[in-house]
């Protein structure tokens, strides 16, 4: 059972263009992450969000962080083809010190 | 963040050996992670590895398939055992930030296809 989904799973736009990752869960984190992984490498750490409803910006990259802490965002505007890669995110629960991982969105974006 | 190597980076294994695998951190760090993860999948955790206690598995993984050691805080092993063609993955080692955020950060993996 996989705590956290993600949406969609796979993804192919044009490069210029909008998108919106989802991450769901209906258990709460003390906090959550999202990873962008590239083919031969290991997931790099993109954003920590900590507080609900916290709104975190990396560059082109919208994080959030819902108000209940079950859920997350990833948006990113005007896509590059840089932004290739299978998304992950993770919620860490303080309660047993466990880490959870989302089932994965892959995107793909076409010059 | 921690700089994290994996050694080897990628291998091609018979049926029936094993392989050990190698972590090593730029700092020491108590909490040490292996996954595994099918290309283009999400992760899954085997075992966290802690220096000096016994490595905790994840339901479905067990020692003696997957032998872990922790000989120091900057250090760790990962040992497939008995391979199968099923055992073909990635393994990724990762550790915990020291920001306070649990984030982890991440080794390149390696990418073990058993014939």
């Known amino acids: 059972t996989q705590l956290l989904e993600q949406s969609p799973q796979f993804l192919s736009i044009q490069e210029g263009e909008n998108l919106t990752v989802y991450c769901n869960s209906s258990s709460v984190f003390s906090s959550l992450q999202w990873y962008r992984q590239e083919p031969g490498e290991g997931p790099v750490l993109l954003v920590t969000?900590?507080?609900?409803?916290e709104v975190k910006k990396l560059k082109r990259l919208t994080f959030q962080f819902g108000d209940a802490r079950k859920d997350s965002s990833l948006h990113i505007t005007a896509a590059q083809t840089g932004d290739t890669g299978l998304y992950l995110c993770?919620?860490?629960?303080?309660?047993?010190?466990?880490?959870?991982f989302g089932t994965g969105t892959s995107l793909t974006v076409i010059p | 963040s921690a700089v994290i190597s994996q050694k080897p980076s990628r291998d091609i294994c018979q049926r029936g050996t094993s392989l050990t695998i190698q972590c090593q951190v730029d700092?020491?760090?108590?909490?040490m992670f292996w996954y595994r993860q099918q290309p283009g999948q999400s992760l899954t955790l085997i075992a966290t590895?802690?220096?000096?206690?016994?490595?905790?598995?994840e339901s479905g993984f067990v020692i003696d398939k997957f032998p872990i050691s922790r000989p120091n805080l900057t250090f760790s092993t990962l040992t497939v055992s008995n391979m199968s063609p099923e055992d073909s993955s990635i393994y990724l080692c990762?550790?915990?930030?020291?920001?306070?955020?649990?984030?982890?950060?991440f080794g390149p993996g390696t990418r073990l296809t058993v014939l």
């Open positions: 990762s550790v915990i930030g020291a920001g306070g955020g649990h984030e982890q950060f």
């Open positions: 969000v900590v507080t609900g409803g």
């Open positions: 700092s020491q760090v108590t909490m």
């Open positions: 590895a802690n220096q000096g206690s016994e490595a905790t598995y």
């Open positions: 993770a919620g860490y629960s303080n309660t047993g010190n466990q880490f959870y």
